[in-house]
């Protein structure tokens, strides 16, 4: 395998996130290549591979796997196969990018950072959010001490659900909002404050809006206390409508800051109309909307996966690595945890024999 020039990148899935991928690196065609990509349903993978030129189109993504010129492999499939392809892939020798969440259990995180050492392989959690300029801004500034002592991180994402069945059924997701996009905001708060210890999870979280779908939770509010007095502050929905929301607040003893990465970067717009496309997940166009612009660009989604090449290629060091997803399945299973039992839940939290994190919203823990 070459080392040096373009990484040769092959995909595993063909839907929304896959389609982002293959765009990500279109991006910075300087650091890799899509070169395979690779879908069950039949026309699928055809279609992303016309799309984005993509050469080698596989129904099977064990047989791209045996594509020689293939050095790293991101997944972009439902939850609860991350495991078993992150397993295939570091045996085939290959680097791993893993879509978040990073899997169901801590069983299968354990295995997934084993088996990508012992084969020598890079295991890199895709969590944008590290990776979002403006997030990045916020926390360089709290790096020059904008906000004194920082005491509270809030991050919160919301829309009004998923767009595929999968997420919906908590066998394959593993659980709703919280399992969907908890994630990226408990990766957030503690990416944010430098990787802190913590101490505890408190969570609540129902199902208000779509009982009809999901036996999931639909709406979820999650606190982190860290063991240095700071504390996170998680808010996620999938019953909010209108379209994405992302935003962050940050409070410190000498200042604060809040940032809205959709709404407060896009054209105020009023439409009798109606045109192409707004934001993630907008119902509609008509009326008052909020159309953003380099969408993936102020996401973080390209300059994420450039640096997942270069670490490839050893030119930088991994900032968000598969301890850092391992890390947000224990808080998971904590959060779910807490809100089964009502309780305050201390950490560590490694609960054995888990098949899935809602579970423990369903039958806690005693
Ligand atoms: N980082 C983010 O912000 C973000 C956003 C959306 C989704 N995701 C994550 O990406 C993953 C995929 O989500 P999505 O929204 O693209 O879902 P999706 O339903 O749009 O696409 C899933 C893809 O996986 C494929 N797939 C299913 N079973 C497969 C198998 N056995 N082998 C190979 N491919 C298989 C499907 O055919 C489909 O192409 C999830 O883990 C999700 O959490 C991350």
């Known amino acids: 395998m070459a080392n040096k ?14 389609d982002i991928h293959a765009e990500s690196f279109h991006i910075y065609p300087a650091e890799a290549e899509v070169v395979a990509v690779a879908s069950p349903t039949p026309g699928n993978a055809e279609k992303l591979a016309r799309k984005y ?26 939850n609860y196969l991350h495991c078993q392809m992150t397993v295939d892939i570091a045996r085939a020798g290959k680097h791993v990018v893993c879509e978040k969440p990073l899997c169901m259990t801590l069983e299968e995180a354990d295995e997934m950072i084993d088996v990508c050492q012992r084969q020598g392989m890079l295991l890199m959690y895709a969590e944008e959010l590290f990776f979002t300029p403006k997030y990045l801004k916020a926390k360089e500034m709290a790096g020059q001490g904008a906000f004194g002592k920082v005491y509270l991180v809030k991050q919160s994402e919301k829309h009004f659900g998923p767009h595929a069945a999968w997420f919906w059924d908590v066998e394959k997701s593993g659980g709703g909002v919280y399992m969907d996009m908890g994630c990226h905001g408990v990766a957030f708060v503690y990416w944010f404050l430098d990787r802190p210890r913590l101490k ?39 019953a909010r409508r209108g379209g994405m ?30 045109y192409g496309y707004a934001v993630e997940k907008a119902p509609s166009t008509q009326g008052w909307s909020y159309p953003v612009f380099d ?30 997803g391992r890390w947000v399945q224990e ?36």
């Open 245 to 274: 929301d992302d935003r962050i607040e940050v409070y410190g003893d000498q200042g604060v800051t809040y940032a809205n990465l959709h709404m407060g970067n896009a054209l105020q717009t009023y439409s009798e109309n109606g």
């Open 5 to 18: 020039g373009k990484v040769k990148v092959g995909i595993i899935g063909s839907g929304f996130e896959a």
């Open 200 to 238: 505890s999870v408190t969570c609540q979280m129902g199902t208000y809006v779509h009982n009809a779908v999901t036996r999931g939770e639909d709406n979820i509010l999650c606190i982190l206390e860290f063991e240095n007095g700071a504390l996170g502050l998680v808010e996620d929905s999938w």
């Open 295 to 324: 969408e993936l660009w102020n996401y973080g989604l390209p300059q994420e996966m450039a640096h997942f090449a270069r670490c490839v290629r050893g030119k930088e060091q991994l900032i968000a690595s598969g301890e850092d």
């Open 53 to 78: 030129s993509i050469s080698n189109v596989y129904t099977d993504y064990r047989q791209m796997l045996a594509q020689k010129d293939i050095e790293m492999v991101t997944i972009t499939a439902p």
């Open 331 to 366: 808080v998971l299973l904590a959060g779910y945890q807490s809100a089964g039992s009502g309780c305050k839940v201390h950490m560590p939290f490694r609960p054995s024999g888990v098949k899935k994190p809602v579970d423990l919203w369903f039958n806690p823990l005693p």
